[in-house]
Structure formats: C-alpha cells, structure tokens
C-alpha cells in the first residue's frame, strides 16, 4: 500500500486512448502534457490556478448581482417612506377638516 499506482505510458498518451483522434482543446490543460523545462508541480498549480480564477469571476458576478438588488431595495424603501409620509399628511388634513365638519 506504500507504493503509489502509476499508470502505464500508453494510458498517459491521449492520442493512443483514443485511437489517433486528438479532441480539440477544452481550454484546460492536462497534467500529462507538461513540457519539457516545467517542474512536475508546475501544471496541477497552473490548473487550480485557473479554476479558481473561473470561481473568482463567478463570485465576483455574484457579489455585483447582490450589490445592485440591495441598492434596488434601499431606492425601493426610501421612495416607500416618501409615499408613506405624504400619505400620513394628506390623512391628517383630511382628518382635521372632518373634525371641523362634524363638531361644529
């Protein structure tokens, strides 16, 4: 159980998996293409990298998409509160002229 499992060469060669056909690239690379002057870590750092700038961006779209909902519901409360306000006022007026009315 010491030992690590390595896989055979033919297994690391994507042309030979798939029988001479290459995919077009995915825009990911493969820790099995690591070019020649890399260090062996260098490519798995390169991919986690990558992935978590993709995650990065997602999050960042996230956090804008919150942003401009929580500034829509404080617009949204203060045009509320100006409505209220002129609606208690116009309660008021109407209140006092019905006071008026009925007590003289």
Do not use: W
Not at 42 to 49: F, G, K, M, N, V
Not at 50 to 71: F, R
Not at 77 to 102: K, N, P
Request: contains cysteine.
């Amino acid at each position: 159980m010491s030992q690590r499992f390595r896989a055979p060469n033919s297994l690391r060669d994507r042309s030979a998996l798939l029988g001479g056909l290459t995919p077009p690239a995915s825009g990911r690379s493969s820790p099995f293409e690591l070019p020649l002057h890399a260090p062996p870590g260098h490519r798995y750092a390169d991919d986690l990298e990558g992935q978590n700038d993709e995650q990065l961006e997602g999050l960042s779209a996230k956090v804008k998409m919150l942003k401009d909902i929580t500034i829509g519901i404080g617009n949204e409360v203060r045009e509320s509160t100006v409505q209220l306000s002129q609606m208690a006022r116009s309660f008021i007026s109407v209140l006092s002229v019905f006071r008026l009315r009925c007590c003289y």
